[in-house]
């Protein structure tokens, strides 16, 4: 039989259609071997995504090569999709900050808070000023795998503090820290009972004997860490003399140490705190000034003094915040216009998220570093 009689006249000669079927084949082929093995650095063979086409998706690569941003990630043991970007509202995805864009990070009015970034994206550096908690805001909640000690819990947990005030200090956080995370109770109703823990705590302080030299030491040895990044954050508000307020119910003695062992005390930097009175001696006799604990913020001498009348013309302001008590820090601050508020929830996230939702701008979940807020102020201060 000749080809033309059962191809057909109209067919292309034979040997084009081989080729063409060759080519298939080959296709074929290296499209198994690439969604099957690690083959051309498409498959990485335990995390991996599909990479949009219009069509079924057919190779694989991955995660960390994606720069798409609207890629749907799998595991490949497991089978099972998670999200991945592309979910956040077009508002904040005009702003391309893609850390906005996270499961851990939530955002109840995306337009509200697009319009509050763009804002302070287009005022700069200039208009900007930051108010920040201390604990576990600007420092870690947990790192290691272990619980990191809050600024009166480097105390606490210090070897180098007799028995008798580390037991009594942990008695009182046991009665008194789910009275303060407690979201069934008003602020109003937990005021009384944060008095009492911070009146408590701070006479135990007092009466243990603790001197200047031991507290340095204290800190050194500590598990109180910064969050990744942190130092950064530090670099960038002082290189574009944008003033940072660390407004803490800790202990403004340890957060002095801490930052200044684990990065820098900047001249741009004021920390309000609790801070500890030392004799000539240098051992703590009390404390100076008023007492600050996690619901009295506003009511700071701060609010009355003249630092935020000298930086009135600083119309935005960011602020950090872990706990509800967080959000009065910045109350002095009459003359700001954008208020971009930014909170942490390290543990207790189902009973507590919709309030902090209700309450900050921007909640993140259970995250150690500053990526978010670095992110921030990368975009406000014009870096990408």
């Not at 947990?142 to 008695?171: N, Q």
């Not at 407690?182 to 001197?211: F, R």
């Not at 506003?298 to 013309?313: L, P």
Request: some cysteine; glycine content about 6%; proline content about 3%.
């Amino acid at each position: 039989m000749m080809w033309d009689d059962r191809l057909g006249a109209n067919q292309p000669p034979p040997r084009v259609t081989l080729v063409n079927l060759m080519s298939n084949a080959v296709l074929f082929l290296l499209v198994v071997m690439a969604t099957s093995s690690n083959i051309f650095g498409f498959c990485d063979g335990l995390n991996t995504h599909e990479v949009e086409s219009g069509h079924d998706s057919l190779l694989f690569v991955p995660e960390s090569k994606c720069n798409t941003g609207k890629c749907a990630h799998r595991s490949m043991d497991s089978g099972i999709k998670r999200e991945g970007a592309g979910t956040a509202s077009p508002d904040i995805l005009a702003l391309k900050i893609p850390e906005l864009d996270q499961k851990h990070v939530h955002i109840k009015d995306p337009e509200r808070v697009a319009k509050i970034i763009k804002q302070m994206m287009d005022d700069a550096h200039h208009k900007l000023q930051v108010v920040a908690d201390f604990d576990r805001t600007l420092s870690k909640y947990a790192h290691a795998g272990h619980v990191c000690s809050t600024t009166h819990g480097v105390l606490e947990d210090s070897d180098h503090m007799p028995e008798e005030f580390k037991v009594k200090a942990r008695k009182l956080k046991d009665t008194y820290l789910p009275i303060e995370f407690d979201g069934t109770k008003t602020i109003a109703e937990k005021i009384p009972q944060m008095i009492e823990w911070w009146t408590n705590g701070h006479a135990l302080i007092t009466n243990s004997h603790l001197t200047r030299d031991l507290l340095r030491t204290i800190v050194r040895d500590s598990s109180s860490h910064l969050r990744d990044g942190c130092t950064w954050f530090f670099e960038q508000l002082h290189k574009h003399e944008i003033p940072l307020l660390i407004f803490s119910a800790g202990l403004g003695d340890i957060i002095t140490e801490v930052v200044s062992h684990q990065a820098v005390l900047y001249d741009n930097m004021k920390i309000v705190s609790n801070f500890l009175d030392f004799d000539e001696t240098g051992k703590v006799v009390g404390f100076v000034g008023d007492m600050i604990h996690v619901y009295n913020k506003n009511e700071h001498a701060v609010h009355s003094s003249d630092y935020f009348e000298n930086i009135k013309h600083r119309e935005n302001l960011m602020l950090l915040g872990d706990s509800l008590g967080d959000l009065r820090m910045a109350e002095g601050a009459e003359d700001v216009v954008c208020l971009l508020k930014v909170g942490f929830l390290n543990f207790k996230v189902e009973e507590n998220l919709e309030q902090y939702k209700e309450s900050y701008d921007i909640v993140i979940v259970q995250d150690q570093s500053m990526a978010v807020v670095n992110s921030l102020m990368t975009k406000i201060l014009g870096q990408s």
